[in-house]
């Protein structure tokens, strides 16, 4: 079996507690030699700055472009609200998708069928969702320059954001989307506002181009703000949607609600394949952040962190087989009626992070 490694940053407040869980997961799944994970770990964060007064170093920062796959727990909290702000908690974020070149974020939404009623909608619109938003992560009017505020001396200012994308931009998160739909469903939707956007125009010719690449594959374009409505409103027509940064931005928040809690939410984000070895440079980590109200009381939900491990042997690895077994961990976790205080419902138990994780585990092994 291959050896794969995996750089682990914990991060600040819950990331370290969740982290921990993963921890057991991986020397369970090496222990039973159905992975051979070299683990190594490092600071980001608020933890980092503590100690080295940046929020992550460029050793570690080096560790994490070399590994196989990252697992990045989550970082930030009150406590380092008055740092400098490059020596932020979420400027080791920023440093490592923007070293990494991770340009492809996957934002999965699965409602378990056990917390269908937690969403904000009916129980038969969710249940057996899973649909897959693919947004592309390193372009688009988050960086397009110009981008300022300049005074019009009257009294007015005027603010200019810039959209900007070039072919081979659409055209390598596309790809992304065609082959992810390739191991699921068949099917994309391409959302832009080429109807009043340039940027969507051109977004819509070369997803167009790709997808003849991807005969197999269905290829439906939708206009964003229909995206929003139609996830609101029937949610399973989709399987996997690209979008651009700020759509996604937005449309993927939006498909995540759908799934209830954001202690459930798990991502990835992927570049480049590597023109020699054909691996993608990857990090994944849950969709929330170091949750500083609950820190430290041992009652964090690990299950967005541990899905996140679920999508990194699946995206990173190849190994579906695996990867679906934890996902059904989860779900029968949750049959059995187990929650954490975040999803908790009347009649259920209510566990904390470890007894969580552990139940999780005993899963696997049976
Ligand atoms: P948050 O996601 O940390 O928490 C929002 C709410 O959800 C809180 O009430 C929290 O208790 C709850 N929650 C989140 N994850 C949970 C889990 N796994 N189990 C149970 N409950 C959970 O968002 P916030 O409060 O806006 O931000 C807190 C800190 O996290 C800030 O410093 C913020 O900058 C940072 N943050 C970091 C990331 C990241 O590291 N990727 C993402 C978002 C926010």
Known sequence: MATHSLFLLPGDGIGTEIMVEVEKLIAWTNAEQLTDFSTDTGLAGGSAYDKHQVAITDEDTEKAKAADAVLFGAVGGPKWDDVPYEHRPEAALLRLRKEMAVFANLRPAICYPALADASSLKRELVEGLDILIVRELTGGVYFGEPKTITDLGDGQKR???TQVYETYEIDRIARVAFDLARTRNNKVHSADKKNVMKSGVLWD??????GKDYSDVELHHILADNAAMQLVRNPKQ???MVTDNLFGDILS???AMLTGSLGMLPSASLGAPDPVTGKRKAFYEPVHGSAPDIAGQGIANPIAMIASVAMALRYSFGMIEL???IENAISAVLSDGLRTGDIAQDNRKTVGTEE????????LKA
């Open 356 to 363: 969580m994780g552990a139940a999780i585990l005993a899963k």
């Open 253 to 255: 928040d939006v498909a």
């Open 159 to 161: 603010a200019i954001d």
């Open 205 to 210: 010719e070369v997803v167009k181009g790709v």
């Open 323 to 325: 990867a679906t077994k």
């Open 238 to 240: 989709f399987d996997v």
